[in-house]
């Protein structure tokens, strides 16, 4: 039976299997399929839909392949997400273009509403505007407080799937989880723009490649430019945000954004952050609740997908028959999804910081494309989702 949206006081009423706190991508997919198996689902968000999400809105071919094992490809064609073919990485005056497995532009305002409503389609109940905060698990269930507004209420669940992205709290909240973030860690930022500079080319990703960090911009569905960046926190400091893309912009041979620094910069806590353990008693952490490193060519959607996807059937075996080997066997599994994967993008986003480097690699990378074509197609390789029921 479909599910619907329900008040905070309709969610006090039932002890709930599930109760999933964010509904990003991989909040809303791991929702949808817990929901699918049976369990009774609570999904929850602190934002009121639709919203806007630091996101440069690349899904990657891996993005597109995890969709389509999920029979969500439907999601793209209606959304009317144009194709994304290939990287202009611009460090200094260096250019290169690099072709990238078909991937797709899709705003989060748009996507993260549908992925939502397939949560509800499948059985789900979603509760937005609604802030999650853990009070305690203990040998049977958590205690979860939900606020909204005024109201301030408690509720209970046998299961907690925490897919709070890099904003949330829910691992500070957990006995025996801690989050590390690493030093040096670099901070995200993004902006919508309506203008499209002279020269853009709609279908690729610009990436511009500087000192205080990188910025990418990608035209969506609707024909606003999405601008994202990762960014030196000192940097920031000096000349704020708006300020550090523009210059990270002018010094590189991509076209010319106007009124860079006027925009509505939202920003991120550091990226690069870590939940150790990443599952605790009752409790399991996806998405960039779990850890996230810096943004690539869209990672962090299609590692959000595929962890949400796999979380489900051990969060609904773990509602249906708690045993304490449960958060080890998906720690185990995130790891076999991800480990490698994120290695990668770690040693690749370090050497970005070495200027003269990247100054090299892309002039290397201008005359010879074909260089980085293993790198690209290995990461875009599609995940297999051992437990992805159909
Ligand atoms: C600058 C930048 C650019 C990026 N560009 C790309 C890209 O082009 N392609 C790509 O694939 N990835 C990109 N990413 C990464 C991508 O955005 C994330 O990896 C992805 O959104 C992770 O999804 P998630 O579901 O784990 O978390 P999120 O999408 O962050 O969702 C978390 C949700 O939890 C909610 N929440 C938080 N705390 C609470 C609480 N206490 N109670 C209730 N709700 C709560 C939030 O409101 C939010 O909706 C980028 C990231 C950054 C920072």
Request: glycine share 10%.
């Amino acid at each position: 039976m479909a599910g619907r949206k329900i008040s905070i006081h309709d969610a006090c009423r039932d002890i709930w299997d599930i109760v999933v706190i964010g509904a990003g991508v991989s909040g809303s997919i791991a929702a949808r399929e817990a929901a699918r198996l049976g369990s009774r689902v609570l999904l929850v968000d602190k934002a009121v839909f639709p919203r806007r999400k630091v996101c440069g809105c690349f899904l990657n071919a891996n993005a597109l392949a995890t969709l389509a094992q999920l029979d969500l490809t439907h999601l793209l064609v209606a959304g009317d997400a144009p194709p994304v073919r290939g990287v202009f990485v611009s460090a200094g005056r260096r250019q290169a273009y690099l072709p990238l497995p078909t991937g797709a532009a899709l705003s989060r305002h748009w996507l993260d509403v549908q992925l939502s409503d397939e949560a509800m389609a499948a059985g789900a109940s979603l509760l937005l505007g609604t802030e999650v905060h853990l009070l305690d698990n203990d040998v049977e269930r958590c205690r979860l407080r939900l606020i909204c507004g005024d109201n301030d209420v408690e509720i209970s669940t046998r299961i907690v799937v925490a897919a709070d992205g890099l904003t949330g709290g829910i691992a500070r909240e957990t006995p025996g989880c801690t989050r590390v973030i690493q030093s040096h860690s670099r901070i995200g930022v993004s902006a919508a723009t309506t203008f499209v500079p002279k020269g853009y080319k709609p279908g690729t990703i610009q990436m511009a490649i500087g000192r205080d960090g990188y910025v990418g911009s990608l035209q969506v569905e609707d024909g606003h430019i999405e601008i994202a960046a990762s960014l030196d926190p000192a940097a920031i400091r000096r000349s704020g945000l708006g300020g550090t893309v523009q210059r990270i912009l002018q010094q590189s041979a991509l076209p010319r954004f106007e009124g860079v620094g006027e925009l509505k910069w939202q920003g991120t806590p550091p990226l690069s952050c870590q939940t150790l353990p990443a599952a605790g008693h009752r409790i399991f952490f996806v998405g960039d609740a779990a850890g996230y490193i810096e943004p690539f060519t869209g990672e962090g959607m299609a590692w959000a997908l595929a962890s949400g996807a796999s979380v489900a059937p051990i969060a609904h075996q773990a509602a249906r028959n708690y045993s304490k080997d449960l958060p080890g066997r998906w720690i185990a599994e995130r790891k076999r999804l991800l480990r490698g994967r994120m290695r990668l993008c770690r040693l690749v986003t370090r050497s970005l910081r070495n200027q003269r480097l990247t100054e090299l690699n892309v002039t290397l990378l201008g005359h010879l494309p074909f260089l980085a074509r293993p790198f690209i197609l290995w990461l875009n390789r599609p995940h297999i989702l051992t437990s992805v029921p159909r």
